[in-house]
Structure formats: C-alpha cells, structure tokens
C-alpha cells in the first residue's frame, strides 16, 4: 500500500487543526460556576457533526462519544454510530445540501465558528489549511475553494489571495474533506508528525510550524449570511455569465410549453383540433366582414366615389291610381 503524503488533509487532521484554533478553555473555578464550557475535544467533535448532519451530539451522555471523538484526533479509528462523516448517506446528503441550500450549512458554520473558535487564531487557521492542501500530493492543484461567497480560485493560488473570508473558505474545505477523504485513518502520519506526548497518558501537544510559510492574507471574520442568489454562487458557476433579457424570456417560454403539455396530457389532441376551429370561425367572420365593407353604402363603391346614374334590373314598381293599383313588373333598364 502506498503510504498517505505528510501533510495530508483528512477528516481527523481538520479536526485537529478545529482544536488547534478553540477559544481560550475556562478555568476550573469558572467552570464550576457555570457548568462546563463546551470547549472539551467531545464538544467541538459534537460541533463538526451538526455542521455536517444537522443533528446534536452536545447531549450524549456517557463515554462513548468521548472516545470517539478522541480516536478521531488521534486519527486511530473512524467507525462506529457516533463517526456520521465516512457513511455514504451523511456523504451524499451533504454533497446534495451543499448544492442545493448552502445558506443552511453556512448558518451551522458560522454556529460553530462563533461558539468554539478564536477568530485571532483563525488567521493561522486558514494559513495552516492551505499550506497543508498545497503540501498534500493527494490534493488536486486546480481544485477550486472559495475565497468569498461568490468568488473562488485553485487551491495552488490560494496563497496570492489578497483576502479570504473565513466562513465560505471553511465551509468550501469542510466539502472538499467529505467529498475527498472523510475519515482519520489516512492522516496517522500527518498526526505523529505534528504531536508529541510528555509520557504514556499525557496530553498529546501541537508542534508542528504549518501554516507559517503563508504570507500574511487578510482574513474577514464577518459571519452574516447573505440572502441574495447572486451571493451563493457554488465555485464551479462563479464564472458563469447572467442570461440575457431575450434568452430569460425564450426560456419562460418553453417551460410553460412543457408545463401545458404535461397538465393536458392525452387531451392535447383534441385541445388543438379546438383551437383549429376556432381559428376558422374567426377566419370566416374576417372574410364576411371584409365582404360587407366592400359593398355599397349610401350611393358610394367601395372606392369611396359616389354612383351616379345607376340602373336597376328586375325592379317591381307598383302605382297606385284611384282604387285600382296598377302593377308594372320586370321593368328592364329604368332610369330611376
């Protein structure tokens, strides 16, 4: 088997840097005071879920999801009811969430970035991610992240960027991770050469410079959400062009062809032969119409100039004289 590069971006190695870039932890005391703060590796494990699935792990009792969550850092195992990121169902409701209703999944981001990171560690965060995809062999150089919620370039050029803005980069990296390598296990190597332990059950401390080769990028930390579509443009249609005003027409157009079609289904025959008659009728009064404007109207040819001398043929005239009317019938050529 070949063996995993080093650095190599995977589930357990984003969520250590996750860890890496937490709020300051309480101090016992305050602890006490208030209840626990959340910050513990199980808790921001429990946030990456909801990123990712929309369910809340924050209340599972018991040792499980602890040692989950910590097999998870320690990149040692990604099985199991409480590991959702390497289940093909949790994969590809994601993938489809992340095409259809991005809003949503940037709203559980900027959750989980507000409750459990540091925004000041967050620069390093964002360094730290890219450096270690542009180190990653596994990691296609044309693949494209978002910078900002319209924009996004090749992950090779990620390192020019004048800024980047933290809550659509990660959420872009979170997808390429569950897209690409879910799981822990292929960062074993990544983990043993960034962490050291003290002693056998000692906390394992962060030692690695990643992140620091990165020149210096502006990093907005607004979490807003816009609502806009042109503001959730996925990476690979940022480059796309807006319809012109004829082709937006033409399109409604054919839809509502479609949409007819399908409603009237096997009435569309008889739909049209009814249309076909309709149009005849209508041809037909168009005709009589155009006839009875052509014909004679108070002594004047349809040319407008008025009849003078006009004949008449098979009048009847009738003259009444005294009490015996006299009738002259078929009169031929009278001059009226």
């Not at 964002?126 to 450096?131: F, G, K, N, P, R």
């Not at 959730?232 to 004829?246: C, F, I, K, S």
């Not at 009064?285 to 109207?297: P, R």
Request: glycine share 6%.
């Amino acid at each position: 088997m070949t063996p995993n590069p080093v650095p190599h971006l995977c589930g357990g190695i984003l969520f250590d840097l996750l860890l890496e870039a937490r709020k300051p932890r309480q101090k016992a005391r305050n602890k006490l005071n208030g209840g626990s703060d959340g910050l513990t590796i199980p808790g921001v494990y429990a946030g990456l879920i909801y990123i990712v699935t929309g369910e809340d792990f924050s209340s599972v009792a018991g040792t499980t999801l602890n040692k989950c969550a910590t097999n998870f850092k320690k990149c040692d195992d990604s099985t199991g009811d409480y590991v959702p990121f390497t289940k093909a169902a949790t994969r590809s409701a994601f993938q489809n969430l992340y095409q259809t209703n991005k809003p949503c999944l940037l709203k559980r981001t900027a959750g989980f970035i507000e409750r459990y990171l540091n925004k000041d560690k967050c620069v390093w965060l964002v360094s730290a991610l890219i450096e270690t995809m542009q180190k990653d062999t596994s990691v296609d150089g044309e693949t494209l992240i978002a910078v900002s919620h319209s924009d996004c370039i090749p992950v090779k050029q990620l390192h020019e960027a004048q800024q980047i803005m933290l809550l659509p980069f990660l959420l872009s990296v979170i997808n390429y991770v569950i897209c690409n390598c879910p799981d822990c296990e292929s960062g074993k190597a990544t983990f043993t050469a960034w962490y050291s332990q003290a002693g056998s059950n000692t906390e394992w401390k962060f030692n690695s410079d990643i992140g620091s080769v990165i020149s210096a990028i502006n990093i907005d930390t607004d979490l807003s959400v816009p609502t806009t579509d042109a503001s959730l443009l996925n990476p690979a249609d940022a480059t796309q062009e807006e319809p012109t005003d004829r082709e937006v027409i033409d399109n409604a157009i054919l839809n509502t062809g479609r949409i007819m079609a399908e409603v009237f289904g096997a009435a569309e025959h008889q739909l049209a032969e009814q249309i076909r008659r309709n149009n005849k009728k209508a041809d037909s009064s168009e005709d009589e119409s155009d006839s009875a404007e052509a014909e004679v109207v108070d002594g004047e040819d349809p040319s407008g100039a008025a009849t003078v001398d006009k004949k008449v043929v098979h009048q009847t005239i009738v003259n009444q004289y005294g009490d015996h009317p006299v009738h002259i019938d078929h009169v031929e050529n009278l001059k009226l």
